[in-house]
């Protein structure tokens, strides 16, 4: 009588270390303690030999650290969870506070840090009558806890970004504090993706949306 020709699910008698043979043929792992089994910890193994989908990576998503400021009063978003292979944090930098000498109505803004440096992507931008710039900026997921409500209704979801004493200044009101004083600083264009250093408040005046104003610096990565 010929030899009979094993079956594919027989091409492999014994299945690796940690794993059993389902009825299908396949090794599976076996669960351990704790998870019942759940697929987040169950890898398969194809029993006719490796394949790229043999071994798949596991995210891995720490959560990030919000600030242990007055966020819980501001509305301050809970930070979402994060994936290692995303934009490492931008660290703080060194601000300019001389700037708030030039900030037109300072006391309308609530700070939060003194200091802040965010890593985003600039979508939009448009010159205030006070001087100002106002920059929507979308940030990276490890900074997207620093938007409030008021960004989400009012703001797009992006973060308020204002250098100030850029432009001419056409409001009455607001020309003293730009006197004899102009802000050198370098704008990226639209859909850069840019470091920014500068102090990081609350709005007031428009519902405690958050921003960083003044900005100290706008530096382009990409």
């Known amino acids: 009588m010929p030899a009979t020709t094993p079956s594919k699910n027989q091409a492999f008698a014994r299945c690796p270390n940690g794993t059993h043979k389902s009825p299908a043929g396949i090794c599976e792992r076996v669960a351990s303690p704790g998870n019942n089994g759940g697929s987040s910890s169950t890898g398969s193994f194809n029993t006719e030999g490796p ?3 043999s071994a798949r990576k596991n995210n891995i998503s720490p959560p990030f650290a919000a600030e242990s400021s007055n966020n819980n ?3 301050i978003n809970p930070a979402p969870s994060l ?13 300019d506070q001389s700037l708030w000498n030039h900030v037109y109505n300072p006391t309308r803004l609530q700070v939060v840090a003194p ?4 890593l985003g992507v600039i979508e939009s931008k448009r010159v205030e009558k006070d001087g100002d710039y106002h920059i929507r900026v979308k940030l990276d ?7 409030n409500s008021a960004n989400m209704k009012n ?5 308020v970004v204002e250098p100030i004493c850029v432009n001419r200044v056409t409001q009455a009101d607001a020309i003293s504090a730009c006197q004899n004083f102009h802000q050198n600083i370098s704008i990226p264009p639209i859909s850069s993706h840019v470091n920014i250093t500068g ?3 609350l709005d007031k005046e428009h519902g405690n949306w958050a921003e960083i104003h003044p ?3 706008i530096t382009k990565i990409s």
């Open 51 to 53: 394949s790229s989908s």
């Open 73 to 75: 009063n501001n509305n």
């Open 83 to 95: 994936n290692t292979s995303q934009s490492t944090p931008a660290k703080d930098g060194k601000c």
């Open 115 to 118: 200091c802040k440096s965010v």
């Open 141 to 147: 997921p490890p900074f997207s806890n620093l938007i």
């Open 155 to 159: 703001q797009f979801g992006d973060l």
């Open 199 to 201: 102090s990081y408040v």
């Open 215 to 217: 900005v100290t610096s």
